[in-house]
């Protein structure tokens, strides 16, 4: 088996090499880290780009295993935004100089939440000017959908795959027709089809997960060329069916340790993609979004969700910035950011350059 510093030398890695990174510890786990953010600044520099999130509705029609805010929970305070509170939302963000906001929310298909979706990103262009880049996160939906809402003004999508391995995937996913997986894997295409810059991601350290399908999911990423990636520590929520399988989980501080990783190789990996530093690292790690910063993500999604609303998005438990409001996140950052060494790109849209270089 080679070594980490020779694999660290390879222009692509195997699953095996793969593995080994993930695996590694002490020198060699810095050896890793120092050769993504070596990586990180000659790529991308050391810029972080803002993307201030919204979650808008936590009313969602899906019963992922893992997630707190599943139809079935019925511990769940749901809300919807109106219409005017997320514009408000958007508007302080492009006065913060932002740069871009992400619409998220439960997942739904209709064609009523289709026009919603549709008026909201051409008011939010109105109010900016055009300024405000903007990114969707709403789950699954036909092409059509999403080439609608892209010419409404929509230009990066995120849809995590959640695993590449469809076995997995059905063991964190009811096995039945609302959530299938040949469904997620067309509905990322579709918006490849459909213009978008494309993010997907991972949770790490599910029950039942091992590092060869990390490594696997890592390989997907590369295969599906995507220009964008999310992902974070799976944190398990009391509520969800998951929780029964707490006994297999790996402590939350090696589940933080192997997300790290995961930033690290995809950064080795993709060398030019954005690359999200997760909330859910600060779920576990007081500056944890930070060290990813450090280590090869670039992009941070400041909650500008109204404080009232916040704890009613809980996917997981220990959310952080629950009892904040947007202003507090904003000053909050800009100081965090600066203490890890990047700058911030205010005003930019910071488009993914692994996307613009492809066109
Ligand atoms: N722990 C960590 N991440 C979670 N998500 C949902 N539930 C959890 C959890 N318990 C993530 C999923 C989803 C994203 C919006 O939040 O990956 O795609
Ligand atoms: Fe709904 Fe997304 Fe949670 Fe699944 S992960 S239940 S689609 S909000
Ligand atoms: Fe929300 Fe620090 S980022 S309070």
Redesign the pocket.
Known sequence: MLSVSDILKKENFSLEDIVALLSSSKEDRSLLFQTSAKVKEENVGNIVYFRGLIEFSNICSKN?Y???IRKDNKNVKRYNLSDDEIIEAARFAWESNYGSVVL?GGELESESFTVRIENLLRRIKEISNGELGITL?VGEQSYDVYKRWFDAGAHRYLL?I?SSDKELYYKIHPLDDMHRFERRLQALYDLKSAGYQVGT???IGLPFQTLEHLAADLLFMKEFDIDMCGM??????TD?PLWENRGMLIPLEDRFDLALKMIAVLRLMMKNINIASAT?LQAIDPIGREKALKIGANIIMPNITPGMYRDDYK??ENKPCTDEEAADCKNCLEARIHMSGNKIGYNEWGDSLHFNEKK
């Open positions: 992922c893992y997630c707190g998220q996160s995590r959640e991601g991972v949770m974070g520590p799976y944190i398990e929520h969800t859910a996917l997981y």
